[in-house]
């Protein structure tokens, strides 16, 4: 075991996390010292979230040590780990919305007098937590009233009332415009001055190189570098994220593209994205890239029929899509797999089979009676083809593994034969003999000649399966990018834009300060 | 969210709408209904709310929790026939502590049905309401029950007389538990536990509070104050009919949605739904000055929860479709929208 | 992300998997023939008389045949995950005068307008809790209200007789049929609309197209909506069928009393959510059938049955009543929440 060094506020040492069937986090050291923000980048799977979990204090079964301050500490509960002086920032605020920010902020320790609350301190005690993260705000007001990145600040600034030594970020940026990112970082720079240990989780490149003095990159749970910002550059950091490219995982098998299909122009949703246009074709596999927060969700909710554009067109076969509704969407080709299988995707309650069938129940029926035996040769095939493990069509949902549950809701999309097949992350969370299987069904389906749009944020998945992909940032499509241009690095940088970002820092009335 | 002080307006309208909605209606009412403007049209309104506002204290404090509780129509009326059923042989005091112990028990029950087997409040509250309603016509044989003693009158007497011009002692018993409850939940710690409970239940329990402990007072608070509502009004009107609370829950529910608390919890006040009460109040006592029956009253009454009802789902309704946008592409679009049209 | 533990969880979970429902069905008759055996033992140890007498069957099937009604329809509402329809009562005692008020037009007429008032109370519910999702028992219990209202603003507070108003004689006896038809002089009409409402029923739940989309609807709304599924349109109809029900009992309920009254239909409500949830139906939607609803409304009436010939009066039944509901519910919810699972 290493020694701890001194100046460390937070330091992991060897620590490893185990999920019945793969390894979260393998065997992972590294520290962080008081006053530095350290980032943690990797992809998606990485082990990123669960490492910050386990700071969080969500696990009592991990190995390894952490040491707080020099102090061996076991967190093996929330309260623990706040009781070591450690403070989660998620991207879900944990702000109870009809409540006021003082009450928020200092909820259960309302301060008293006597038996009684004394307001006017409390009063004071907000102002004062709102005033560390620069938020001259009302405290009276609930939180509901008042914008979300103000609310983010609340939530730093109720982690900031238990003092914490160490503070978590976990993509705090994702919803943020310029000048709330800008004063963020001035909140960070502040806290660091205080001597706050941050770690700041993030796939933003370039703000990780505004705002990290060091970074630490990890790649399929394990550590690859720890190194400081200002001695490595943004190519070679995507590199150590990507590791070998994976490219002989995927043999790409000769498809023929066909003519222009589907079609979209100047699509814009208020608030969501704008100016989307692009062009799709038969048998092609079109990839979406983006970071978190870029609006690939609320695109793939619009070409679906889901919601409503603003303006703009979208047109199938060379004639604008009809109808209003989800239903008249699928009705004329196009099928849309969401991103959340649990809640969205399927109904875990119900068996195989019923799950299956659901999104052509009216396509079975015949003058309003639903005949299963009907879907049933198309329910087996399925399951035949994904190798849906166990092959039971009454086999409740719920009941099998990430892998195969995903596996059923692709089932369920290709079930309705679509012409366009809009997939959102549809191997998150899936293990590798699953995702093998999935990924080999894509491409059949675009063989056969259907339009693939694969929204994904695996990026060896959009280098080996896709014949194109679209790049898209905070709410624009900025760049199109063809199969030869593209390896992971290429689209990660591409995804993190160019944009510079040299503002000073400012105060929320704008005037600049610090 | 919306962006801070542009709705901040809106926002006090949530809090103050029922002080300015009852100055108004009584405003109005007093200029347009015959005989509404007299101080023996006041008592009368004031006695004839003293019951449900009662109920309401206790009812608002679960509502804040986010929950609802349908059985306190049934625990009224139980608690009235306790208390004149069980007179005879226990005593004024003795059937009184019994109906407002059942009372608590009855809320007990609910609670911990709510909190531990996490049961859907209304469900849950639904099968004690019906409970409680055969209790009811078991105990009484299907009959009303009256007490005609002279302590009965004298305890009658005494609730009805006039301590101030406006004031008798039920009222007064009314207003001292608006009063105490309403000081509690804005004033201690507790009472504000009450409001972050029912705001989010996540955010309770990570800042410490003992969520369950909360849920179960609440509902024995409205279960308690239903029984002392019952237990006063039989006190005054010598009779317990079974038809105590009957319209109670409606009334009460409506008028604590109007005063400001939304059934998702988390937001309103006693003192809000004891004015929204009293507004309701004139507001039916207006209309039957106006010489429209009874009726009419009901139906309005009616009318007046399904459009609360409708409101606040809606409200809920329209929100959700704007969720999630990105304040700085609003501007972009809202910028770029006349150039686009002139292409 | 991890994967769900297996072993034990998952043998129960094939018990509760999609032999659940045949064996829910199987295990409610079961319970209803342990009931008729009780109630046989009781009869033939002397300790209530006249159990099993025909006269005691057909009233025990008559009382059955209301309830049924009723919930058969509610269990749509039910298996749709929105509860209960707590309209249900006053949509009974309002049909019933409607259908009284018309008869002097004949008795089609009276029938048709009738079921029209049904089924547009039915559509109002369908609409505010399909598409606005406002809460489905506060919003159906203000229509209760609201619809009191309404009858007590037309009839005031009277009591109308299908004999007084007007005179046409041959639809007044038409309506005295409704509950009064015998076929075979022993089998109600009540009952056979029962039955074949049973049957209709249980074949609209698991044939139709509609059945399926319920089906889903119930388990999980955002993942119907989001396999096109048009939830409000469903959610609507089951609406629409709790009223339809609601409506037939409500006629047969005044046809009974000869009287057209507000009160027609009190208890309706909580006596069908009763029988659908012993049925096996749970509050939680998607899970269930329509013959389960037969079996528990079976349960229910054997067991008022046996508590009246006991000699425990009908108040008292309603208490006994209320806690089952909540023993049945309460159950539920904690074994389906062993199982890891959110219902009930």
């Known amino acids: 075991m290493s020694e701890p060094v001194s100046g460390c506020a937070l330091e992991m040492r060897h620590v490893s996390k185990r999920f019945p069937g793969t390894i979260a986090v393998d065997d992972v050291s590294f520290e962080v010292r008081a006053g530095e923000v350290h980032a943690l980048v990797g992809e998606n799977g990485a082990g990123k979230s669960t490492l910050m979990k386990m700071l969080a204090g969500s696990f009592d079964d991990y190995t390894g040590e952490i040491a707080i301050g020099g102090q061996l500490a076991l967190l093996h509960s929330p309260t623990l780990a706040k009781r070591h002086g450690i403070g989660m920032i998620y991207q879900e605020l944990s702000l109870a919305r009809p409540i006021s920010i003082t009450e928020n902020l200092l909820a259960g320790r309302l301060p008293r007098r006597g038996p009684f609350l004394d307001k006017a301190r409390a009063r004071a005690l907000a102002k004062e937590l709102l005033a560390s993260v620069g938020l001259d705000l009302d405290p009276s007001l609930p939180i509901e009233d008042i914008s979300q990145h103000g609310a983010q600040l609340v939530e730093i600034a109720k982690v900031l009332g238990n003092k914490p030594t160490i503070l978590v970020m976990d993509e705090p940026t994702s919803a943020l415009s310029h000048e709330e990112v800008e004063r963020l970082f001035c909140i960070i720079g502040d806290l660091k001055g205080r001597g706050i240990a941050i770690v700041y989780i993030s796939h933003h490149l370039p703000e990780i190189f505004r705002i990290a003095d060091r970074v630490t990159v990890m790649r399929d749970g394990k550590k690859i570098a720890t190194t400081p910002v200002a001695e490595v550059s943004r190519e070679e950091i995507v590199q150590m994220m990507v590791g070998r490219s994976v490219k002989e995982f995927y043999r790409r098998e000769e498809r023929s593209i066909g003519e222009v299909r589907f079609r979209v122009g100047g699509l814009s949703r208020l608030g969501f994205f704008h100016g989307v246009r692009f062009e799709a074709r038969r048998g092609e596999i079109l990839g979406i ?114 892998g195969n549950q995903q596996k059923v809701l692709l089932a369920k999309w290709l079930a309705s034969e679509p012409k366009v097949l809009i997939l959102d992350e549809p191997t998150r969370g899936v293990d590798i003999g699953a995702k093998m299987t999935i990924h080999a069904s894509i491409e059949k389906l675009a063989r056969e000649g259907c339009t693939v749009l694969l929204i994904s944020s695996d990026l060896p998945e959009l280098v080996g399966l896709c014949d194109r992909v679209m790049i898209m940032r905070k709410g624009h499509f900025i760049r199109e990018m063809q199969y030869s241009e593209c390896s992971e690095e290429s689209l990660l940088l591409a995804a993190n834009g160019d944009t510079g970002r040299g503002a000073a820092c400012v105060d929320p009335e704008g005037r600049p300060h610090g | 969210m919306r962006r801070s002080g542009r709705n901040s307006l809106l926002a006090l309208g949530d809090k103050y709408r029922i002080y300015i909605l009852v100055v108004v209606v009584f405003a109005f009412m007093s200029l347009l209904a015959p005989k509404f403007f007299n101080v023996f049209n006041f008592k009368t309104i004031l006695n004839a709310i003293a019951m449900n506002a009662t109920v309401a204290i206790g009812f608002t404090v679960v509502m804040i929790c986010g929950q609802l509780d349908l059985s306190i129509g049934t625990v009224i009326t139980f608690a009235g026939v306790l208390t004149l059923g069980l007179q005879p042989i226990l005593g004024f005091a003795g059937s009184i502590a019994v109906a407002v112990a059942g009372g608590a028990l009855v809320g007990l029950f609910n609670g911990l049905l709510v909190s531990k087997a996490k049961i859907n409040s209304f469900i849950v509250t639904l099968g004690t309401m019906t409970i409680l309603q055969g209790s009811i016509y078991q105990f009484s044989g299907g009959n009303s029950i009256s007490v005609t003693t002279d302590q009965a009158f004298a305890i009658s007497d005494f609730l009805g007389k006039n301590l101030l011009p406006l004031v008798t002692p039920r009222i007064l018993i009314t207003l001292v538990l608006v009063v105490i409850v309403e000081f509690l939940l804005r004033r201690t710690r507790a009472g504000r536990n009450f409001y972050i409970v029912g705001g989010s239940r996540t955010t309770a329990w990570l800042a410490g509070i003992a969520t369950d402990r909360y849920l179960v007072a609440a509902f024995m608070l409205s279960g308690v104050m239903a029984a002392i509502g019952g237990v006063v009004s039989v006190l005054v009107s010598t009779a317990a009919t079974l038809k105590l609370g009957e319209n109670s829950l409606m009334y009460v529910i409506s008028a604590t949605i109007i005063g400001g608390t939304a059934m998702s919890g988390g937001k309103g006040g006693v003192l809000q739904s004891i004015v929204a009460i009293l507004s309701l109040e004139m507001l039916y006592t207006g209309i039957i000055l106006f010489g429209l029956g009874n009726e009419v009253k009901i139906f309005f009454a009616g009318l007046i929860l399904a459009y609360v009802v409708l409101y606040e789902a809606y409200a809920v309704y329209r929100h959700d479709k704007t969720l999630g946008q990105r304040p700085e592409l609003m501007n972009e679009l809202a910028e770029r929208k006349p150039a686009a049209q002139g292409r | 992300m991890g994967e769900p533990s297996r072993g034990g969880s998952d043998a129960r979970a094939l018990r509760t998997g999609s032999f659940s429902s045949i064996f829910n069905t199987v295990g409610v008759y079961a319970i209803a023939i342990l009931f008729l055996a009780l109630g046989a033992v009781l009869q033939l140890t002397g300790v209530i008389g006249n159990f099993l007498s025909p006269m005691n069957m057909l009233n025990i099937v008559d009382a059955v045949a209301l309830v049924g009604i009723v919930a058969v329809g509610m269990a749509f509402v039910t298996y749709s995950g929105n509860f209960a329809d707590m309209s249900v009562p006053t949509t009974m005692g309002f049909t019933g005068y409607i259908c009284i008020e018309l008869l002097r037009y004949g008795f089609g ?113 955002r993942a119907a909506r989001l396999s096109g599924i048009a939830v409000e349109r469903v959610v609507m109809l089951s609406f629409v069928l709790a009223s339809f029900t609601a409506t037939i009992a409500g006629l047969a309920v005044t046809s009974l009393s000869r009287v057209g009254a507000w009160y027609n239909g009190a208890g309706y409500d909580f006596k069908a959510v009763t029988a659908i949830v012993i049925g096996g139906m749970t509050l939680a939607g998607g899970r269930g059938n329509i013959f389960g609803v037969l079996g528990g409304s079976l349960i229910i009436g054997i067991l008022n049955n046996i508590m009246t010939l006991f000699g425990i009066g009908t108040f008292s039944q309603d208490m006994i009543r209320g806690a089952i509901f909540i023993i049945v519910v309460g159950t539920n919810a904690l074994s389906l929440r062993r199982l890891g699972r959110d219902d009930a």
């Open chain 1, 289 to 402: 890239c983006g970071l978190s927060g870029a609006g690939r969700t609320e695109l793939a909710k619009v070409l679906t029929g889901l919601d409503r554009a603003d303006e703009g067109s979208i047109e199938l076969d060379g004639k604008p899509v009809r109808g209003s509704t989800m239903a008249d969407f699928l009705e004329q080709g196009i099928s849309y797999l969401t991103e959340d299988r649990k809640t969205e995707g399927l109904a875990v309650r119900l068996p195989v089979d019923d799950n299956v069938l659901s999104a052509i129940v009216d396509r079975l029926s015949l003058a309003g009676i639903f005949s299963k035996a009907r879907g049933k040769p198309r329910v087996d095939r399925l399951i035949g083809e994904l190798s849906i493990y166990p092959p039971d069509p009454s086999r409740t949902v719920g009941n099998l593994s990430g």
């Open chain 3, 109 to 221: 007429v009276a029938l048709v307008g009738a079921l029209a008032v049904g089924l547009l109370v039915g559509v109002l519910n369908g609409f505010v809790v399909g598409k606005f999702k406002a809460n489905p028992i506060i919003w159906t219990l203000a229509v209760n209200y609201v619809t009191m209202g309404v009858i007590r603003l037309v009839w005031v507070n009277k009591q109308i007789y299908p004999d007084m108003v007007g005179s046409q004689q041959h639809a007044v006896s038409l309506f005295d049929g409704i509950y009064r038809l015998r076929f075979f002089n022993l089998i109600g009409l009540p009952l056979v609309i029962l039955l074949v409402l049973v049957v209709l029923g249980q074949f609209v739940l698991t044939r139709t197209s509609f059945g399926v989309k319920l089906k889903l609807t119930g388990s999980s709304p």
